[in-house]
Nanobody, 116 residues
């Protein structure tokens, strides 16, 4: 079994920055990818960013390209999402996802609010 836990959400002003963390744990944790998704009220869950665990290759949703950066610390089984130039439309619950041993795991989410 794999556990996934996000942290780092909070309130930030437009134009500000925030860094989210996602720590994964499990006896034989060996992910293929780790990713961030987000969901705003009344909207579908949206892909934000993904990183290949071994390759380090990344890809991003169009709405965050150039502003968000995903990275990983393999030793800590942790992935980060550095969010810059935040906009009100970035406000959402951010979820961490990992795919390991053919199974998809999700965290509980962390709230990001972008407001004056």
């Amino acid at each position: 079994q794999v556990q996934v836990a996000e942290s780092g959400g909070g309130l930030v002003q437009p134009g500000g920055s925030l860094r989210l963390s996602c720590a994964a744990s499990g006896r034989t944790f060996s992910p293929i990818t780790m990713a961030w998704f987000r969901q705003a009220p009344g909207k579908e869950r949206e892909f934000v960013a993904r990183i290949g665990w071994n390759s380090g290759s990344t890809n991003y949703g169009d709405s965050v390209k150039g502003r968000f950066t995903i990275s990983r610390d393999s030793a800590k089984n942790t992935v980060y999402l550095e969010m810059n130039s935040l906009k009100p439309e970035d406000a959402a619950v951010y979820y961490c996802q990992t795919i390991a041993l053919g199974t998809t795991y999700w965290g509980q989410g962390t709230q990001v609010t972008v407001s004056e």
